[in-house]
């Protein structure tokens, strides 16, 4: 076998003969042929600078040789066989040059004594004549040469490396595809001016995001009448349609739906009586405003004695019952806020109690003189439908309600409820008897006793109507390039009772300023990999009912589709505290997404920083649970959709004008002391920066292996009843063993991703497939969405879920009181054939979770 470097020795004494003839080029380019891939082995310059140094030594050769000498190469190159080479060369003196002379030899003949034979086989065999080295000039350089050629070669080709790490340093898994960077009025297909990478778009958003006026939409919005179903609302609605068409946007639509409400008789108002011991009606008391009222509220007469029972939550009536105040055939007198209006009524229900009246207190909200109050004559508006959307087609859209049978949902009350002020509030206190309440439960409603009860009778009036209404959801589309059928969800509440300037139009304004944001985006570019779908929902204030009913209308494809939902509502009601209301999935990217939005009120921070100097775990004070009142919450506890609301608050009490007729544009900006254009600018820079990352991603970052956390987390209040379980012969064994498939099914697919090629589209969608459906996991599919519409066995509501469980065990140490905070039936205690059910039910949800996150059947832990 001919060493390279032999056949590399051969070409350049065939480059020197010369190229008249044909066969000689013919053999030339053989040889050629030959020795180029072991040329080609190096980088382009080194391979060019080699064959640069052998043309220069060649054309030396070429000046001091003859033209009969390189004939006489030629034949014995011709010669070449495997046998040993018998040429030996002669050093010829010239003047000009030395240079080798060929003398041939046949096979055997004596060679002379002072010459040496040589076999070209590299350079081990050039001297192997001891003491008669053969000095060739050009041979010699060369050797000499080649560690500079090498070093110079590998100086190169790092030179380029770092030069095309410099220049494309940016093209990464990241950061995704490169989208194009056009101008205003340049075509984005035909440019070509530079490549868009993720942290150009976060500055372009940004950038884009600064020309709109959300202040001004937020005031004239705040003074058009807007509730669902009126003929203002139907205005508003061709108004946004209007503007949404001048956008760069590929689909806007609207749906309509034919729902249920509930509306107060103008006619035949609410009443309030005083009524004597033979039941008699004496005093009316006035409600100031006839048209307050509490929607889906129980419809009839109601008469008890009236107790006071502070916010009306389960331990609050179960103190109640321990110092001996009857409950069963009240009126209860409970203040707003802590818990919603439906959760009040509901729990009042289970106790016994015959009505609820609901009031705002004083002491709920800011004693700062210089931040306005509410009135105290004014009442706080809202429903009290355990749910949300319409209660009268539950589980169903509600497109036609003629074609489903006439049900109501098990979330709506039996007893009437209805909000009064302040004023009247303090009239009813002042009449009650009986134990004093404790220091905490005092308001401050200034002469007030704030007794228990009980005190007089009472009567309550409640003459709502039920109206079939159309509402009307408006969406604004923009389609992905990649992956089209996964959507990113904005929505926001357009409607509402009274002007609604932080209940509606701050989210309307921030929801149409990214839309207008996102579309200047797409004119300057933008391409999302995912379509992003902005949604104006009516209905909102009776209960998200038009984003339920989209969502009951669309489910079979929506846990499909829908990547995350993003809610504006009630998102400005203050300045000082920030919370994030979410899915655990999300935490993680809501952290980094906070690193880079600047606080509206600490100059030079940065909200992350802001929230990590008052809260050292910043998770535990920001990150919160969705509540049912919430646009957001039927995403995730009804379609499996993970959701996020965020909120900025004040910091010491709630807003006070949330719900009521002076929730004006002028008291929010009062409240917010001339900073509401700041902290809305930040909601919008917020989710404007979570939209970015959701659509652009080639990964969907969200953090699945985080609900491994949330099952620890509730694990360990299952191990407080270990030894209890134990003594009645139960366990918990396989709740355990579900947690530790679904960590370590969560762990495997972490694995799997880091280790895969993340260019591979069709791998990296179907991870993504598995990361977006991991909320939808969690949705139990052993109970009926019709029966147990919020199946998610974390956040939803019935006897499939872990809370339930838990209220369950804790009865083994009590008396059964508490049952009415979980739904069990109060007085009735511990139930094993009931436990039993519900631990096969959150156990089996949750082997079902880790089962699905494994993937394929064959790389499922079948030894549960």
């Known amino acids: 076998m001919v060493h390279p470097r032999d056949l590399l020795l051969r070409r350049t004494w065939l480059l020197c003969l010369p190229t008249q003839d044909s066969a000689l080029t013919g053999t030339r380019q053989g040889l050629g042929v030959l020795v180029s891939p072991y040329l080609s ?30 004939w006489g190469l030629l034949r014995r190159v011709q010669q070449w066989s495997p046998r040993p080479s018998q040429t030996i060369y002669r050093r010829v003196e010239d003047p000009q040059l030395e240079y080798l002379k060929e003398e041939e030899r046949e096979e055997g003949e004596e060679l002379p004594v ?31 040469a080649a560690p500079y050629l090498v070093l110079t070669t590998l100086l190169i080709f790092t030179g380029a490396f770092l030069l095309g790490y410099v220049a494309f340093r940016g093209s990464c898994q990241a950061c995704g595809d490169s989208v194009l960077v056009v101008g205003e009025d340049v075509n984005p297909e035909d440019s070509r001016q530079g490549t868009l990478y993720l942290s150009d778009l976060q500055a372009m958003f940004l950038r884009l995001l600064g020309e709109g006026r959300m202040e001004d939409t937020i005031r004239l919005t705040s003074l058009r009448e807007r509730v669902a179903g009126s003929a203002r609302m139907a205005t508003l609605v061709q108004d946004i349609l209007d503007k949404l068409s001048r956008q760069k946007l590929d689909h806007v639509w609207t749906d309509t739906h034919y729902v249920g409400l509930q509306f107060p008789d103008l006619a035949h108002p609410n009443t309030l009586h005083w009524v004597d011991a033979d039941g008699s009606v004496q ?36 103190d109640l019952k321990a110092k001996g105040v009857e409950l069963a055939g009240s009126l209860l007198l409970v203040r707003a806020g802590i818990t919603s209006f439906a959760q009040k009524v509901a729990i009042a229900q289970d106790f016994g109690a015959q009505g609820v009246l609901i009031y705002p207190d004083p002491a709920d909200f800011s004693q700062d003189p210089h931040k306005p109050g509410l009135s105290s004559h004014q009442a706080v508006y809202g429903h009290v439908h355990l749910g949300t959307g319409d209660p009268y087609t539950p589980g169903f859209p509600s497109f036609n309600q003629t074609q489903f049978p006439p049900v109501e949902s098990s979330g709506l009350p039996s007893i009437p409820a209805q909000p009064i002020s302040a004023d009247i509030a303090y ?139 993003v809610s504006l509502d009630k998102a400005v009601l203050g300045d000082g505290k920030f919370h994030a209301k979410t899915s655990p999935l999300l935490v ?31 998770d535990a004070e920001v990150i919160q649970p969705l509540p049912m009142d919430s646009s957001a919450y039927s995403f995730t506890a009804f379609a499996g959709v993970p959701a996020v609301e965020f909120s900025f608050m004040e910091d010491d009490r709630v807003y006070p004008f949330l719900h009521t007729k002076e929730d004006t544009y002028e008291n929010l900006h009062k409240t917010l002391r001339g900073r509401l254009p700041a902290v809305v600018q930040a909601v919008a820079q917020l989710t404007g920066q979570l939209v970015i990352r959701l659509s652009h991603d080639h990964l969907l970052p969200l953090d699945f292996g985080r609900y491994g956390d949330v099952v620890l987390r509730h694990i360990g209040n299952l191990n407080d009843f270990s030894g209890d379980l134990k003594a009645r012969g139960l366990t918990l064994q396989w709740v355990y063993s579900a947690r530790g498939d679904y960590i370590r099914a969560a762990e ?100 079902g979770a880790a089962n699905a996150l494994s993937g394929d059947v064959w790389n499922i832990d079948n030894n549960f």
């Open 283 to 318: 005093e009316q008391l006035p409600l100031e405003d006839p048209e307050v009222y509490c929607p889906y509220s129980a419809t009839g007469n109601a008469t008890g004695k009236l107790v006071y029972a502070h916010y009306g939550r389960p331990e609050d009536l179960q």
């Open 748 to 847: 495997k697919l972490r694995k799997e991703i880091y280790s895969s090629e993340q260019n591979d589209e069709r791998l990296m969608r179907m991870y993504n497939v598995r990361i977006m459906r991991v909320e939808f996991y969690f949705l139990s599919q052993y109970v009926s969405p019709a029966d147990s519409p919020f199946r998610h066995i974390f956040l939803g509501q019935g006897d499939h879920t872990l809370s339930a469980l838990v209220d369950h065990l804790r009865m083994l140490r009590s008396d059964g009181s508490g049952a009415a905070s979980s739904g069990l039936t109060p007085g009735l205690g511990f139930q094993e054939s009931r436990f039993r059910r519900q631990l096969a039910l959150l156990t089996w949800t949750l082997q």
């Open 114 to 144: 002072q010459f040496c034979p040589m076999e070209l086989k590299g350079p081990e065999h050039l001297g192997s004549c001891a003491g008669r080295s053969l000095p060739i000039p050009w041979a010699a350089a060369g050797r000499k």
């Open 427 to 565: 009239r009813l206190l002042r009449r009650l008897t009986g134990p004093v309440a404790p220091q905490e439960w005092k308001g401050h409603l200034s002469g007030s006793p704030y007794r228990l009860g009980p005190g007089p009778r009472l009567r309550l009036s409640v003459n709502n109507l039920r109206v079939s209404t159309p509402i009307s959801n408006i969406f604004a589309c923009i389609e992905g390039f990649a992956e089209p059928d996964h959507y990113v969800v904005v929505g926001a509440q357009r409607d509402a009772w009274g002007p609604g300037a932080a209940k509606s139009a701050v989210g309307t304004a921030i929801l149409l300023e990214l839309v207008r944001t996102f579309s200047s985006m797409v004119s300057n570019g933008f391409r999302p990999r995912r379509s992003l779908l902005f949604i104006s929902w009516d209905g909102g204030d009776f209960g998200g009912v038009g984003s339920t009913e989209w969502l009951e209308g669309y489910l079979s494809v929506l846990h499909l589709k829908a990547v995350v939902y």
């Open 588 to 618: 993680s990217l809501i952290e980094n997404i906070l690193k880079q939005v600047d606080s509206p009120n600490h100059s030079g921070q940065t909200l992350y920083e802001q929230l990590a100097l008052t809260h050292p775990s910043w």
């Open 41 to 70: 082995d190096l980088s382009g310059a080194g391979s060019w600078c080699l064959r640069r140094s052998l043309d220069f030594k060649l054309e030396g050769f070429r000046r001091g040789t003859s033209m009969e000498q390189r």
